[in-house]
């Protein structure tokens, strides 16, 4: 079987669940955010890459059903579940909760795009982590949405998936995300970091060959305690929006590095003057950052990812102990540059290092969170992989 254990589990468990062998394996991966972080609500840029972990769902039609009994069943490996649901349960948002809202929010918005979905069993194994900002969500719905789309031939070009990922997860779901971590999903391409434009949705793959650099990004799982995260995010929202009204441009994206001194000049609230400046100064460093990637100097971007985390920490306010600790460490081991990736309060640490210092790198931040009395966190390096695809 081709895609590795993760592929091999999700074959293995539908096997052994439906008594038969899947019609195919298809994976959808995670991803971290190299730069851009609350820009993609404000009509921004972001410059995701895909993660090596994935989520595989083995997937086959239910035999002997006809359209008038449609089911759904779904095992997940990482639930160690199997739940089911039929017509009801995805005429509405939110008829079925928990992990299988994910699935179940695929089948619905698939339906609602006119694209009804025949009955079918599915099997998940996943190696992202679960909630700990890599998506784990995108990337179910990406390998379901993948999967259903291939198996039964379904009319939905590439480019039309994410935005019905994250109807499923907004609209289904109920949370409510923004557009970049679909769009990595089923985006991305090895070795490259996706630009998205997250107003007209444009991408374009830029080069971020770190194996051949000689580099690696390492990734550290916090592990710090979530705290008041959803409340905090629609906070930081509702500011930008209100300030973005505030300046007379649909959106913060509007407003550019050389427009950012006017624009603060006509807010008098301090709080939303920070706000607005992380997300002004964000998006320009994401421009800079492609630029640098697209001349070939990868190691040169380490500050800007520094002066990301800078801004998150002290005008974006959702940086957390743990995270600052975490970047301080790695920058002190010799990174290049080093931020918080995700929506903040807690979730990972991208590191962008040597790859023969990545080990001392993860080291020195254990020794610094040991000396803190923090959980210890979770350090591995990636490279960047491939988007949604079939295995098998
Ligand atoms: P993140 O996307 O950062 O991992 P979220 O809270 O958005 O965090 O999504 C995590 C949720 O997604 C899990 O709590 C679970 O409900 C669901 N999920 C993701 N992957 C799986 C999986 N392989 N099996 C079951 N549920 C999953
Ligand atoms: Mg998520």
Do not use: K
């Amino acid at each position: 079987m081709t895609g590795g254990p993760v592929a091999s589990r999700a074959a293995a468990g539908f096997t052994r669940r439906y008594a038969q062998p899947p019609a195919g394996l298809w994976a959808a991966p995670g991803r971290v955010n190299l730069i851009g972080e609350h820009t993609d609500y404000n009509d921004g840029f972001v410059l995701p890459f895909a993660l090596p972990q994935s989520t595989v769902v083995a997937a086959g039609p239910l035999p002997g059903a006809d359209a008038g009994e449609a089911r759904w069943t779904v095992w997940s490996e990482q639930s160690g579940e199997q739940i089911s649901f039929g017509a009801a349960e995805v005429a509405e948002p939110r008829r079925v909760t928990g992990w299988g809202a994910y699935v179940a929010g695929v089948v619905w918005a698939l339906r609602e795009a006119g694209l009804p979905v025949p009955p079918a069993r599915l099997a998940v194994a996943s190696d992202v982590p679960l909630g700990a900002g890599l998506s784990s969500s995108a990337a179910l719905e990406s390998a379901v949405l993948t999967a259903l789309v291939d198996l039964f031939g379904l009319d939905l070009p590439v480019t039309d998936r994410p935005r019905l990922a994250q109807r499923a997860e907004n609209h289904y779901v109920g949370a409510p995300t923004g557009i970049m971590d679909q769009s990595a999903s089923v985006r991305c391409r090895a070795e490259h970091a996706l630009f998205l434009d997250c107003r007209s949705l444009e991408t374009e793959h830029i080069p971020f060959d770190l194996g051949a650099a000689g580099l690696a990004v390492l990734v550290v799982d916090s592990r710090a305690p979530h705290r008041h995260v959803s409340g905090e995010y629609a906070d930081r929202r509702s500011a930008c929006e209100s300030a973005a009204e505030r300046l007379g441009v649909p959106a913060l994206r509007d407003v550019t590095a050389d427009d950012l001194d006017a624009a603060l000049g006509r807010l008098d609230d301090p709080v939303v003057r920070r706000r607005v400046r992380h997300v002004v100064t964000e998006n320009a460093r994401v421009l800079e950052t492609v630029d640098l990637l697209r001349a070939g100097r990868l190691a040169e971007t380490g500050p800007l990812l520094t002066a990301s985390h800078a801004s998150m920490r002290d005008d974006f306010e959702i940086t957390v102990p743990e995270v600052d600790t975490a970047v301080e460490a790695a920058l002190h081991a010799g990174a290049y540059g080093a931020r918080m990736t995700g929506g903040g309060f807690g979730g990972c640490v991208l590191a962008l290092v040597e790859a023969a210092a990545a080990d001392a790198v993860g080291d020195a931040v254990r020794t610094a969170y040991a000396e803190r009395g923090f959980t210890a966190p979770e350090c591995f390096t990636v490279l960047p992989g491939p988007g949604a695809h079939r295995l098998s």
